[in-house]
């Protein structure tokens, strides 16, 4: 039996284009940062439009929390803030990490080992083209950072954040 190219590209076009489509029809799973992200499902700052958030926020807040922006490394007062407390997010004041999770990562950005539990949810993207784990707040979704699993002990994770996405608020 002889098979043309034009046969066997057809046929593993179907095959794939089959394969799609069942994976988009799977369920998906529901993850943690589904879950948080659901418990704010009824909030306010998921109304808030685009107009009133350049309104609330500074340019290069509005940018990052809004529009997926990084701010230039080493820019953030909060590099060098050393008081305990807690980090919320610019966007909607929610407790995202507490000071005693913030170490020097030597990035110049903030940087946390761990998140409050329930505070984000995250997402994976590809805009430096590969897969990187972004975070967002679970109640505004405002953009934060990235996650990367180069951090110290005890969790070995590195949440690098904006440090305009954050405000900071002494004990």
């Known amino acids: 039996m002889s098979y043309s190219r ?3 590209f057809t046929g593993a076009a179907a095959l794939a284009l089959a394969g799609a489509g069942a994976a988009l029809a799977a369920p998906k799973p529901k993850t943690q940062s589904d ?3 659901g418990r ?13 958030w350049r309104e609330r926020l500074t340019p290069a807040a509005f940018l990052v929390l809004r529009k997926e922006d990084t701010e230039r490394a080493g820019t953030s007062p909060l590099n060098e803030e050393k008081r305990r407390g807690q980090y919320v997010c610019a966007g909607c004041a929610l407790p ?3 000071s005693e999770d913030k170490y020097e990562s030597g990035t110049g950005w903030p940087s946390f080992i761990r998140s409050i539990p329930g505070a ?5 993207d590809f805009v ?7 975070y967002h707040c679970a109640r505004c979704l405002g953009h934060q950072g990235h996650v990367f699993d180069d951090g110290p ?4 994770l590195r949440y690098c954040n904006n440090g305009v996405a954050l405000r900071f608020v002494p004990a």
């Not at 704010?40 to 700052?45: E, L």
């Not at 984000?120 to 994976?124: I, R």
């Not at 430096?128 to 972004?134: L, M, V």
């Not at 002990?153 to 070995?156: E, F, L, M, Q, S």
């Open 40 to 52: 704010y499902a009824d909030s306010p700052w998921r109304r808030v439009t685009e107009a009133q």
């Open 96 to 98: 995202l990490f507490r």
């Open 120 to 124: 984000l949810g995250t997402k994976q």
């Open 153 to 156: 002990a005890p969790t070995g």
């Open 6 to 8: 034009r046969t066997l």
């Open 128 to 134: 430096i083209g590969y897969p990187r784990t972004e």
């Open 35 to 37: 879950v948080n992200e």
